[in-house]
């Protein structure tokens, strides 16, 4: 059984940056492709960027692009969120989510993902 775990949230000021971390247990790490996806008070959950399963292809929200970064660890387990320069409108709750069934592609459609984590809150006051 997968079992996501997200942590690194937290209330920030507009300009700062925040790392999420998101640990895999359960299973190989290596064999599942991760995203991450967010989603704010009365909106739809998003994708952000994903990463397949070794470190080859990344896949990004095209408005996040280049403040956002997304990495992994296979070696801890672990997928990061980098996120620079956040704005107020970045505030939402971020999962994680995976995989396992392609290491060739990342999907931003949250259908595609079986395993999804609790959530970590991340507010950005002005």
């Known amino acids: 059984q997968v079992q996501l775990v997200e942590s690194g949230g937290g209330l920030v000021q507009a300009g700062d940056s925040l790392r999420l971390s998101c640990v895999l247990s359960?299973?190989?790490?290596?064999?599942?492709?991760m995203g991450w996806f967010r989603q704010a008070p009365g909106k739809e959950r998003e994708f952000v960027a994903g990463?397949?399963?070794?470190?080859?292809?990344?896949n990004y929200a095209e408005s996040l692009q280049g403040r956002f970064t997304v990495s992994r660890d296979n070696a801890k387990n672990t997928v990061y969120l980098q996120m620079n320069s956040l704005k107020p409108e970045d505030t939402a709750v971020y999962y994680c989510a995976a995989y396992g069934y392609s290491c060739s592609w990342i999907s931003k459609s949250r259908e595609n993902y079986d395993y999804w984590g609790q959530g970590t809150q991340v507010t950005v006051s002005s």
């Open positions: 990463i397949t399963c070794s470190v080859g292809k990344l």
């Open positions: 359960g299973r190989t790490f290596s064999s599942y492709s």
